[in-house]
C-alpha cells in the first residue's frame, strides 16, 4: 500500500521537494557552524535592509488573494451542492443562495481591506536603517501583518461557510424546514471573518508612512 | 647530491655512520658542511664536482625510470656509479644557498683551487692519489628539453667515471646543481602590484593593520569642493609612515596617519558582547584633520566585526553606500576604496579571516526570494487543487442510453 502511494505522482514531488528545502537549510546550516561564521547569520540584518514597501504590499496582495481564495472554495463548494440538490428539488435555488452571498461577503471584506491598507502606502526618502525611521518600518510591518489577518481569518471563514452551505442545501432538499436551523450556524461562521477585519483596523489604525 | 668513492678502498662504513636525512628534510648549510667534511677528512682527496646549471628531484622522478619503465631512464651512468659505490649518500633536498656555496667549501677543505674541466682535458690530466684536486664539471644546461639535458649530462658524467677508472686513483664524486629548477612559493602570494598595508608595530609584535587601495578626501574650502589624495602619504612603498599618537591595548586602539596637510584619526575598540557572547570590535570614528579643524565620522553602525578577524570592505565613505556618518551637515566627505582593517588580534603580519561588508545574499535577492517563494507556494496550492478534482464517474456506462433531462421544472 505504501508502494501505491508513492507511485502518486504528487507524493513524491512533494516529499521530493521538501527533503531538497530541509537539506539545503540544513547544510547551510552546518557551514555556518563549522566555519564560525554564525555570526553572520543576522536576522536583524534581514529585518532592517529589506525595504517596507515590500513587506507593505505583500500585506495587501494576501489580504485580497487569500480572501479571494476563500470565497471562491466556499462558492465552488456551496455552488455544486445546490446545483445538484436543484435537480431533483428545484425548491431550494432560490433560498440556498444566501449562502452564496455569505461566502461572497468574505471576498468583498477582502477588497475592502486591501484598499485601506494600500491607501496607507506612502512614499518615503531614505535608504538606509536611520534615515528611513522606526515610523516607517513600524508601518510596512503593520501592513504585512493586517494582510496576513484579514487574509487567513477569510480564507478559513470562507471554507467553513461554505461547508455549512452545502449541508444546508442538501438538507433543505430532503426537509425544508431545516434550512432556516442551518442558516443560524452559518451566521455564527460568517462572523470569523467579521473579527478578521476588526482585528486588521486597529494594526493599521497608527500606521504613518512617509517622511 | 651524493659522494661516492672507488672501488678501492673499502670505505663503505665512512658515509653510513652519519644518519641520512629524514624524508622531506632539507639539507642547510651547516649539515651539508658536516656531510662534506666527514667524507673528505676520512675519504679520497681527489673531489670530482658536477655542477649542473638547475636541478630537482622532480626531474629524477619524471626521467628516472621510477615507474617501472627502467629502459627509459635518463641516468644509467648516474645509476651504476651509484651502484657499484661503496659509499653513497643521496640528499635529496639541499637547500640551495647551501648547494650553491658548495664549490667555496670544498675549496677550504681541500686547500686547493678548483680546476674547470670536460671529459676531454680529463684524460690529459694525471692524478696523484696523496695531492688534493678538486675538478668541477660545468654541465651545460642550453634551451633543449629536460630529458635531454639531463640525458646528455648523465653521458658526461660516464665519460668521466670511465676516465677516472683508468687513472685508477680513488676519488669522491659529487653531483649537484647551483639552484633549483623549481622555486617552491610558500604562503600567500606576493602582491607587488598593490600597496603594502600599514601596520603599528607595539615593539615585537604588530597591533593595528591597514589597507586601502586608495585613500581619498574632498573638502569645502571657500565654497569649493576639493579632491585630494592621501594614497602616496599613507601607503606609499618608500614611506614608514610616523604614527605618532597611535596606541594600542587590548580594549582600544587609535590609529593616527602621518602627518601633512591632513591628518586621519582612526578610532577602534573591541568588548565583550553578552547577547552574542563574543567579542567584538567596532570602527568608532574617523577624524579628519586639516587646516585646524576636525571632522568627524561615525562608523560604528557598519564597520565591525568580531574581535578574531578583520573587517573588508569594497569602499568606506561618507557617500556612496555611506558607511561613515558624518557628525555635522558640512563635513567634508572622505573616501577610501577596498578597504582592510584589522585592531586587534593581530597575529603575524597578515589580516585574519576577513569580514566582509557586503553578505552572500543582498536584501534585494532576499526579496526577491521571499516574494517568490511565496508564488511559488500559491502556483502549487493551486495546481494541486486542480489536479484532485474529479467528476463523477460511478453512474458512467459508455455502453448505456444517455441521460435524458425534462424540460419541465
Redesign the interface.
Known amino acids: 500500500m505504501l508502494l501505491e502511494w508513492m507511485m502518486n505522482g504528487?507524493a513524491i514531488l512533494y516529499t521530493g521537494v521538501t527533503l531538497a528545502f530541509w537539506t539545503t537549510i540544513l547544510v547551510v546550516g552546518l557551514c555556518y557552524t563549522i566555519f564560525d561564521l554564525g555570526?553572520?547569520f543576522d536576522v536583524a540584518?534581514?529585518l532592517t535592509?529589506?525595504?517596507p514597501f515590500?513587506w507593505a504590499n505583500?500585506g495587501i496582495g494576501l489580504a485580497i488573494?487569500l480572501s479571494v481564495v476563500g470565497a471562491a472554495w466556499g462558492i465552488y463548494i456551496t455552488g455544486s451542492s445546490i446545483l445538484g440538490g436543484g435537480v431533483k428539488a428545484?425548491r431550494i435555488k432560490t433560498k440556498n443562495l444566501v449562502s452564496i452571498i455569505f461566502c461572497e461577503a468574505v471576498a468583498i471584506y477582502g477588497i475592502i481591506m486591501a484598499i485601506v491598507i494600500s491607501n496607507m502606502a506612502e512614499n518615503f526618502t531614505g535608504t538606509?536603517p536611520?534615515t528611513i525611521g522606526a515610523r516607517n518600518y513600524q508601518a510596512g510591518y503593520s501592513m504585512f501583518g493586517a494582510g496576513l489577518t484579514v487574509g487567513f481569518s477569510n480564507l478559513f471563514c470562507g471554507i467553513c461557510v461554505g461547508i455549512v452551505g452545502s449541508g444546508a442545501a442538501l438538507a433543505d432538499a430532503q426537509n425544508a424546514n431545516l434550512f432556516v436551523k442551518i442558516l443560524i450556524v452559518e451566521i455564527f461562521g460568517s462572523a470569523i471573518g467579521l473579527f478578521g477585519v476588526i482585528v486588521a483596523i486597529l494594526q493599521t489604525s497608527k500606521v504613518k508612512m512617509g517622511d | 647530491l651524493y659522494c661516492t668513492t672507488s672501488q678501492r678502498y673499502t670505505l663503505y662504513s665512512l658515509l653510513q655512520q652519519i644518519a641520512p636525512p629524514s624524508a622531506g628534510h632539507i639539507v642547510g648549510q651547516q649539515q651539508l658542511t658536516s656531510y662534506l667534511q666527514k667524507a673528505l677528512s676520512d675519504g679520497p682527496r681527489n673531489v670530482v664536482l658536477f655542477l649542473q646549471d638547475k636541478m630537482s628531484i622532480e626531474d629524477f622522478t619524471m626521467y628516472g625510470g621510477a615507474f617501472g619503465n627502467k629502459q627509459d631512464t635518463a641516468f644509467p651512468n648516474l645509476e651504476g656509479a651509484l651502484m657499484s659505490s661503496s659509499s653513497p649518500l643521496v640528499l635529496p633536498a639541499v637547500s640551495w644557498p647551501a648547494s650553491n656555496a658548495v664549490i667555496g667549501q670544498l675549496q677550504d677543505h681541500l686547500d686547493t683551487s678548483p680546476l674547470y674541466m670536460d671529459p676531454e682535458t680529463l684524460s690529459q690530466l694525471r692524478l696523484n692519489a696523496s695531492s688534493p684536486a678538486l675538478l668541477v664539471f660545468r654541465l651545460p644546461a642550453d634551451l633543449m628539453s629536460a630529458k635531454e639535458i639531463l640525458s646528455g649530462n648523465d653521458e658526461v658524467i660516464g665519460q668521466v667515471m670511465s676516465t677516472m677508472k683508468t687513472q685508477a686513483v680513488p676519488y669522491t664524486a659529487i653531483y649537484t646543481a647551483l639552484r633549483p629548477a623549481r622555486v617552491r612559493r610558500t604562503g600567500s602570494r606576493m602582491n607587488t602590484l598593490f600597496l603594502p598595508s600599514v601596520s603599528l608595530q607595539e615593539g615585537e609584535d604588530t597591533c593595528i593593520l591597514l589597507w586601502a587601495k586608495g585613500l581619498s578626501v574632498s573638502i569645502l574650502r571657500s565654497g569649493r569642493w576639493e579632491d585630494h589624495d592621501l594614497t602616496p602619504s599613507t601607503f606609499g612603498e618608500a614611506v614608514s609612515p610616523k604614527l605618532h599618537g597611535s596606541s594600542c591595548d587590548k580594549t582600544k586602539a587609535k590609529w593616527v596617519g602621518p602627518c601633512g596637510a591632513f591628518r586621519d584619526h582612526i578610532d577602534t575598540h573591541q568588548r565583550h558582547y553578552k547577547v552574542?557572547a563574543?567579542r567584538w570590535f567596532t570602527l568608532d570614528s574617523v577624524q579628519l584633520e586639516y587646516d585646524s579643524i576636525k571632522a568627524k565620522f561615525n562608523a560604528s553602525?557598519s564597520v565591525y566585526a568580531?574581535a578574531e578577524f578583520s573587517y573588508r570592505c569594497q569602499s568606506v565613505s561618507s557617500f556612496r553606500w555611506?558607511q561613515l556618518?558624518p557628525h555635522a551637515v558640512n563635513d567634508p566627505a572622505n573616501h577610501a576604496a577596498l578597504y582592510s582593517i584589522q585592531g586587534f588580534n593581530v597575529t603575524g603580519g597578515d589580516f585574519s579571516y576577513a569580514?566582509d561588508c557586503a553578505?552572500?545574499f543582498s536584501?534585494g535577492i532576499?526579496?526577491g526570494l521571499?516574494?517568490s517563494l511565496?508564488m511559488v507556494l500559491?502556483l502549487t496550492y493551486g495546481l494541486?487543487m486542480i489536479?484532485?478534482l474529479r467528476t463523477m464517474d460511478r453512474f458512467d456506462d459508455p455502453k448505456g442510453p444517455a441521460i435524458s433531462v425534462p424540460q419541465t421544472?
Open positions: 504528487h555570526f553572520r540584518w534581514f535592509e529589506t525595504s515590500m505583500l488573494s428545484p538606509t536611520e | 552574542s563574543r553602525r568580531p555611506p556618518v569580514s553578505g552572500f536584501p532576499w526579496m521571499m516574494t511565496l500559491v494541486h489536479m484532485q421544472e
